[in-house]
Nanobody, 128 residues
Framework: QVQLVESGGGVVQTGGSLRLSCAASGRSFSSYAMGWFRQAPGKEREFVAAISWNGAMTYYADSYTDSVKGRFTIFRDNAKNTVYLQINSLKPEDTAVYYC?????????????????WGQGTQVTVSS
């Protein structure tokens, strides 16, 4: 099992940047593929980005939508048991609770049901 704790959210002005962190505790963090999702008020949770166990493969929602295109970067430090989401050029529509998720596997996953472990979320609010 793995426990996940997100941090780094807050209130930021349009155009600003944030780096979200997700610290994992438990066994064998490097065995897990990791993902970031977000849920805006009144909307369903949506996929943002995912990364393979060793960081060699990443996948972003911008592969099929412009909502995060070029502004989000996922990366991980297995020595620190942490995955990150760097968000630049923040927009009001990025306002959401951001969740990290983990699943054992060597690839990456983009669907909620593919993940067994979730953090509690961190709030990001972008003011206009």
């Amino acid at each position: 099992q793995v426990q996940l704790v997100e941090s780094g959210g807050g209130v930021v002005q349009t155009g600003g940047s944030l780096r979200l962190s997700c610290a994992a505790s438990g066994r064998s963090f490097s065995s897990y593929a990791m993902g970031w999702f977000r849920q805006a008020p009144g909307k369903e949770r949506e996929f943002v980005a995912a990364i393979s166990w060793n960081g060699a493969m990443t996948y972003y929602a911008d592969s099929y939508t412009d909502s995060v295109k070029g502004r989000f970067t996922i990366f991980r430090d297995n020595a620190k048991n942490t995955v990150y989401l760097q968000i630049n050029s923040l927009k009001p529509e990025d306002t959401a609770v951001y969740y990290c998720a983990a699943e054992i596997g060597s690839y990456y996953y983009t669907k909620e049901y593919e993940y067994d472990y979730w953090g509690q979320g961190t709030q990001v609010t972008v003011s206009s």
